[in-house]
């Protein structure tokens, strides 16, 4: 409409050039291929020394993976056929390493969701408390979980228990930030109209906001504990209980059957669990 | 009695945009009273002023004798308590119960610590149910709220705000979101227990004949300005398509104003 009424008063012939991509010339000059800009040249001269580097200080090279190809080969070759003896064994540390994820899993939920509601702006608008968590779980998750293992295995000991700590304060760090995000993308108003109705903040949080982003909340933690079973699985390797450790021990006695059974495990239960929480989280939201 | 008192209001957002300019409105107890309007007339923005949600740049507003602005913390949170809002997109818990949406408006005055654990008095659910039985949802208290058509979404947000036990009752566009044969029911039944409870209702409204059917009282408004403030019989088809004249124009002002905030 408004380009009717803007042509109507003048229809001269100078505004035709306007429908100029109708002549040949244009249209060819517009089809033609543009030279890349300094910008864009500049960028992937800059992704080639990236890569560059970094593989070279990787030591990254071509002929020495094809080389080693047959090393692979035997290697797993080595693993067949899988020791069923070592089965018994394997399933029960399986048991000990889901008991690992799944408790810690919960009890780092729960730290979380204090924290990521101290960390999200339309919970506590006052910057302070928002900037001082968010900071605080910034750093804490960059924290990678075997670290943390290493840690509370020097304070509880070895086994099972500082495996569980350990993916419990991962959990609890790294879920925080996960919630602060889901709830900064809450709908506020019914949130809004419960403050209107004199519902104190505490109120508000356990009737509107979690009622409102439990499933969403639900299904992240299930993808969560999906990550912390396969933590859980290497933890061993620092001596905080789980199947890690076992695996450790027949990895160094050069057992290999009974790797690849611990291996299998492993994988069953993990490709179990991931199925299984693809097809709850689908019914949940 | 004057339950609700608003004195030379004047209201400017933050961008400049003047949405009410000196607005005096007051409204006695047992009154129900429609603000009538086109869009852009400044209606929500004086819900939000007397409900307390929004405080005017100058002037006055006071529920009960009490100005809002001035109070903090619990006082502020009781005062609130006093007043029922109803919006006009529900503002409800979609994944939550019927009677849980309810039982928010008894929160205030709940124990603040039991009921974390949605542990409500047993006053408190009788009192919750007895509305929505009452407002015709007695069969739905244990569905999800978000399993309901629009019309019974709102009765259960008037639920929620008739089960603050409030003095006054203030609904911002009811109905504008619900086809016209459910709205003027939706309407009745606002309207109804406004009645029932002996409250003091203000409602805006954007459907002159809503508001002639059930209004004592109608505030016209236009350009953030009252207009005219008259018993309803004397509200006559003059004054109104006075105040709705050259609406296409205002509600397209309205619009570039939004796209502009």
């Known amino acids: ?285 | 009695m004057t339950v609700l008192e608003a004195a030379d209001v004047t209201f400017r957002y933050p961008d400049g945009t003047q949405a009410l300019t000196e607005v005096s409105v007051g409204v006695q107890r047992g009154e129900i009273v429609a603000v009538l309007g086109p869009s852009g007339a400044g209606k929500s923005t004086l819900f939000k002023c007397f409900a307390g949600l929004e405080r005017p740049t100058s002037g006055v507003v006071r529920v009960e004798d009490v100005d809002l602005a001035g109070l903090r913390g619990r006082e502020r949170r009781l005062a609130h308590h006093r007043i029922g809002l109803v919006f006009q997109e529900f503002h409800l818990v979609g994944r939550a119960s019927v009677l849980s949406n309810v039982l928010v408006g008894r929160l205030a005055t709940a124990n603040p610590v039991t009921s974390l654990a949605h542990w409500m008095s047993r006053r408190d659910r009788t009192l919750a149910v007895e509305l929505l039985t009452r407002v015709g949802l007695g069969e739905q208290v244990r569905k999800r709220a978000d399993s309901l058509s629009g019309g019974q979404r709102q009765r259960v947000a008037l639920a929620r705000a008739l089960s603050q036990r409030p003095e006054l009752l203030l609904a911002d566009e009811p109905v504008a979101n619900l086809d016209p044969v459910l709205a003027a029911g939706v309407i009745d039944d606002i309207v109804r227990m406004v009645r029932e409870e002996g409250l003091t209702a203000v409602l805006n409204l954007h459907d002159v004949s809503l508001a002639r059917r059930v209004a004592q009282r109608i505030v016209g408004m236009r350009e953030g300005r009252v207009v005219f403030d008259l018993p309803v019989g004397e509200v006559t088809d003059a004054l109104l398509a006075d105040l709705y004249a050259n609406e296409g124009l205002a509600a397209q002002a309205a619009e570039r104003e939004e796209v502009a905030a």
Request: glycine content about 8%; overall charge neutral; charged content about 15%.
């Open chain 1, 1 to 285: 409409m408004t380009a009717t009424i803007d042509k109507a008063p003048d229809p001269a012939p100078e505004k035709t050039p306007r429908q100029a991509p109708t002549r040949r010339d244009e249209i060819e000059r517009l089809a033609r291929l543009r030279r890349p800009s300094w910008g864009t040249i500049a960028g992937a001269v800059g992704v080639v020394a990236l890569l560059g580097w970094s593989s070279t200080s990787t030591g990254f090279s071509g002929p020495a993976l094809v080389d080693g190809l047959p090393h692979v080969a035997d290697f797993v070759g080595r693993m067949f056929p899988p020791n069923l003896e070592e089965l018994p064994v394997a399933i029960e540390l399986m048991f000990e390493t889901l008991g690992i994820a799944i408790t810690g899993t919960v009890f780092g939920v729960l730290l979380a969701i204090p924290l990521s509601l101290l960390a999200a702006r339309n919970i506590f608008p006052q910057p302070w408390i928002r900037d001082t968590t968010r900071v605080v779980v910034n750093v804490f998750r960059a924290i990678p979980e075997l670290m943390w293992a290493l840690l509370f295995v020097s304070a509880v000991g070895l086994g099972a228990f500082a495996g569980t700590l350990a993916i419990m304060v991962g959990t609890a760090f790294g879920v925080a930030r996960l919630f602060a995000d889901i709830f900064e993308t809450a709908d506020m108003r019914a949130w809004d109209a419960a403050a209107a109705t004199g519902a104190r903040k505490s109120q508000r949080i356990a009737w509107v906001l979690l009622p409102q982003q439990l499933p969403t909340m639900a299904s992240y933690t299930l993808l969560v504990l999906d990550g912390n079973v396969r933590a859980a699985s290497l933890l061993g390797l620092v001596g905080a209980g789980g199947i890690g450790m076992e695996l450790n021990q027949q990895l160094r006695l050069f057992e290999y059957g009974s790797v690849m059974t611990i291996v299998l495990v492993v994988l069953v239960v993990v490709m179990t669990l991931d199925l299984l929480s693809s097809y709850v989280r689908k019914r949940f939201v």
